[in-house]
């Protein structure tokens, strides 16, 4: 059968799988190295987003949006804030059978050891997910930016008689350094798999046939099908998979199971961003301030949800400000602003110029007393001072910026710098909780 009639059969197909039989899972991460300094004090999923989000927020609302409750989120490292956030955002009735557990390494009478990837952390967390009635395991990564209906992959999943189901993403040939590619024929079963493929030979030679090609969107030149992290499991599939000493889908399970399960392919042509680098997030939250920005948080059909906080609306006196996103409970005055996204609870003081920021805000509002006492000893208080010029930077949390203080990492290298200020990725970083004495210039 082909790919079009495939999707025209499936289109007819009602609901099929119901809710209670889906299991979410989101994969926290391991030390998310590629995003540190982001990650200095908190784990991947716990990174703030877009002005008021955290990175675990797209998966988790793209699971209620589906209607799946039943979620887990396996984690590891510095989970405290992860916690925190879940604890605080996502709270279900006793009726609806709805939860999210977090569930982090722990030392047991099998294994002392921490997760060793993706397919270790599900394998020692099966006993928990045996638990709860399931047919089916719904498998996300949690440090991506996108919006879908997992209940779509799903149906497929169940229509198609799949065992496995990976979704995928069209990619052209040029773009797809450091994906895992897939070969998949017109009935949309998978034949190969090749994780992260650096050959130019290899690469072309898994790009889409003809029949695939026509059936997506027009494309200048050959695509791939890239693996989005996203994988749909039948319970025994899984477990049987999983019954050995592999540690990673992507580079173990999913080729050892080529020839052995039956392995499709759900084609996803939607907006999708890995953001799990300091220079991928940076772009991500900044294309957000474009007037029609790739990723629409304004879709009230399928909401991203949040922890609901009782904060004032933003003040802002005298500004100049060009596509921006401001969140709540944020002070700007006579400052201008182009090009950035300013989380809750940011303060700005006069005659500040950010060009291309992310500032993530703050936890707390200081007090006049506080304000004072730290004016005295000589210390900037929470936000950017006054006469401040900062470009292509991100401004973590708590972060003291006093005044006339001047930072952009252009002209200068990758590495660490005074003051908690690190370089990656060509995006000047300043860590949580930095402190920036007045007059400094990086």
């Not at 279900?92 to 050891?113: M, V």
Request: charged share 25%; hydrophobic share 40%; proline share 5%.
């Amino acid at each position: 059968m082909s790919f079009q009639s495939y999707r025209k059969e499936l289109e007819t197909i009602p609901y099929m799988a119901e809710s209670k039989r889906v299991l979410s899972v989101i994969m926290g991460g391991g030390r998310g190295t590629r995003l540190y300094p982001l990650t200095k004090e908190r784990c991947k999923p716990a990174v703030p987003l877009a002005g008021k989000y955290r990175l675990v927020d797209i998966p988790i609302s793209n699971c209620l949006n589906s209607g799946y409750n039943r979620i887990f989120v396996l984690s590891q490292f510095l989970t405290a804030s992860l916690h925190r956030h879940i604890q605080k955002s996502y709270q279900f009735d006793p009726f609806g059978g709805g939860f999210i557990d977090i569930l982090s390494a722990e030392q047991t009478e099998k294994s002392n050891a921490w997760y060793e990837g993706t397919a270790d952390a599900v394998r020692r967390n099966l006993v928990h997910f045996h638990r709860h009635g399931h047919d089916y395991v719904l498998i996300l990564s949690g440090d991506q930016l996108y919006r879908m209906d997992f209940s779509k992959i799903v149906d497929q999943h169940v229509a198609m008689g799949s065992d496995v189901t990976i979704a995928a993403i069209p990619f052209p040939v040029s773009k797809v350094e450091g994906l895992g590619l897939m070969r998949v024929k017109d009935d949309l079963s998978v034949t190969e798999f090749v994780e992260k493929p650096k050959d130019p030979e290899i690469i072309n030679g898994l790009a889409v046939g003809p029949v695939l090609q026509q059936r997506l969107a027009p494309a200048s030149e050959k695509v791939c099908l890239a693996s989005m992290g996203i994988y749909v499991f039948s319970r025994e599939v899984l477990r049987d998979a999983l019954d050995n000493n592999m540690k990673d889908f992507g580079k173990e399970v999913i080729p050892a199971l080529l020839g052995k399960s039956k392995l499709c392919s759900y084609i996803f042509e939607g907006y999708w961003e890995d953001i799990g680098t300091v220079r991928a997030f940076f772009e991500a939250n900044l294309a957000l301030a474009q007037p029609l920005p790739p990723f629409n948080f304004f879709d009230r059909s399928a909401p991203i949800y949040t922890h609901p906080r009782y904060l004032p609306a933003s003040k802002i006196n005298h500004c100049d400000i060009d596509h921006v996103i401001i969140g709540d409970g944020c002070l700007v005055t006579d400052s201008t602003l182009k090009h950035c996204v300013i989380s809750i609870r940011s303060i700005l003081g006069e005659n500040s110029n950010l060009e291309d920021v992310v500032m993530m805000g703050a936890d707390y509002y200081q007090t006049e007393d506080e304000v004072a006492a730290d004016k005295a000893r000589g210390r900037p208080a929470l936000g950017v001072g006054r006469n401040c010029h900062i470009r292509h930077a991100i401004i973590d949390k708590n972060a003291r910026i006093g005044e006339g203080v001047t930072l952009s990492p252009e002209g200068k290298a990758d590495g660490d710098y005074a003051h908690d200020i690190v370089i990656r990725d060509g995006i000047l970083c300043v860590c949580k909780g930095a402190l920036i004495p007045s007059g400094f210039t990086l």
